[in-house]
């Protein structure tokens, strides 16, 4: 699975990684080879990165779904229940 980035963001991330070459590594890097390591790392660890994210969506999205029952629920056969408390009420009276 290739991940795709826009244009815009692949420029931004060149130029992250020309900046992270010149303030941290003793030698620059052209804007293509910036190009090909940011490629490299999209198809090699981006996958990694994704099946991660999407295994936490998932982790979180079976959470809300147990909680469903809880936040949705309702009695059954509550019709004759409110007729039994107004009964109880007026007796009280």
Not at 7 to 16: L, N, P, T
Not at 30 to 58: D, H, R, S
Not at 70 to 78: K, M, Q, S, W, Y
Not at 83 to 92: C, G, I
Request: hydrophobic share 40%.
């Amino acid at each position: 699975m290739t991940i795709e980035i826009s244009k815009e963001a692949r420029k931004e991330a060149v130029a992250s990684i020309e900046r992270y070459f010149q303030e941290n590594m003793e030698e620059r890097i052209g804007n293509i080879a910036a190009a090909m390591l940011l490629g490299f790392f999209l198809e090699e660890i981006g996958p990694l990165v994704y099946n991660k994210a999407v295994a936490e969506v998932q982790e979180r999205l079976q959470a809300r779904v147990m909680e469903l029952d809880i936040e949705l629920h309702e009695d059954e056969f509550g019709y004759w229940r409110k007729f039994d408390k107004q009964k109880t009420r007026r007796a009280s009276r």
